[in-house]
């Protein structure tokens, strides 16, 4: 991993998005192979490159480690608009959780969304934003999805939880849950659309593409 040091980016005087751009040129980084990397929309990658949003300190702390840079260098930045939309994506398969990040984003383009393989990365993420709506795979290994749903509305009641399995069985215990929907994986673009018409807690104006076929 190529990585600058931190004289070059003083020398540099560029703005936040100037930096991540650089480090992704150095590394030989489509934006979308960054976005996969660190599993998030790459409309958010473009919005941190053109300074129309900077990405909260959670965030900054996952590029600082992929990048192996000091942390330091990119803490000042400003955290991101409050009013937007709070997504996350559980699920600890990778590849899955690359391929679902792009479409949700497709979905909500004015959304925040972040993706964690970890349920204990969810929780800690969760303590320290509002969330509004959590897709959570229901087979996560030594925490399940129904119980990361129970965790997340313990720290927001009113946290929008969506099931995402390949197991339509899980159904019936997904619904004894506070969780707001159910979508079989792979999910579609236009699944979700009608999922967010059904919130148990419909989130304000219209943050979402009315995508159907």
């Keep these: 991993m190529t990585t600058l040091s931190k004289e070059k980016f003083e020398v540099m005087e560029?703005?936040?998005?100037?930096?991540?751009?650089?480090?992704?040129?150095?590394?030989?980084?489509?934006?979308?192979?960054?976005?996969?990397?660190?599993?998030?929309?790459?409309?958010?990658?473009?919005?941190?490159e053109s300074d129309r949003r900077v990405p909260d300190p959670v965030?900054?702390?996952?590029?600082?480690?992929?990048?192996?840079?000091d942390v330091s260098m990119l803490l000042g930045a400003v955290t991101t608009d409050s009013t937007t939309p709070e997504v996350i994506i559980v699920d600890d398969e990778r590849f899955i959780l690359q391929g679902t990040v792009p479409i949700v984003a497709e979905v909500m383009p004015y959304a925040t969304i972040t993706g964690f393989t970890k349920p204990s990365e969810a929780i800690s993420y969760a303590e320290k934003h509002r969330i509004d709506i959590a897709f959570l795979?229901?087979?996560?290994?030594?925490?399940?999805?129904?119980?990361?749903?129970?965790?997340?509305?313990?720290?927001?009641?009113?946290?929008?939880?969506?099931?995402?399995?390949?197991?339509?069985?899980?159904?019936q215990k997904a619904?004894?849950?506070?969780?707001?929907?159910?979508?079989?994986?792979?999910?579609?673009?236009e699944d979700i659309s009608v999922?967010?018409?059904k919130l148990r807690y419909p989130l304000k104006g219209a943050v979402y593409n009315d995508i159907m076929d």
């Design 175 to 189: 619904w004894d849950t506070a969780a707001s929907g159910f979508l079989v994986k792979p999910v579609k673009k």
């Design 59 to 69: 965030l900054i702390v996952r590029i600082a480690k992929f990048f192996n840079i």
């Design 195 to 197: 999922q967010l018409k």
């Design 14 to 48: 560029t703005g936040f998005g100037e930096i991540i751009k650089s480090l992704r040129i150095n590394n030989n980084l489509s934006q979308q192979q960054l976005a996969d990397k660190l599993f998030v929309s790459r409309s958010s990658v473009a919005n941190w």
């Design 137 to 171: 795979d229901i087979e996560l290994g030594n925490m399940n999805g129904i119980e990361l749903c129970e965790k997340l509305t313990e720290i927001n009641s009113t946290t929008n939880v969506v099931f995402l399995t390949s197991y339509p069985d899980y159904a």
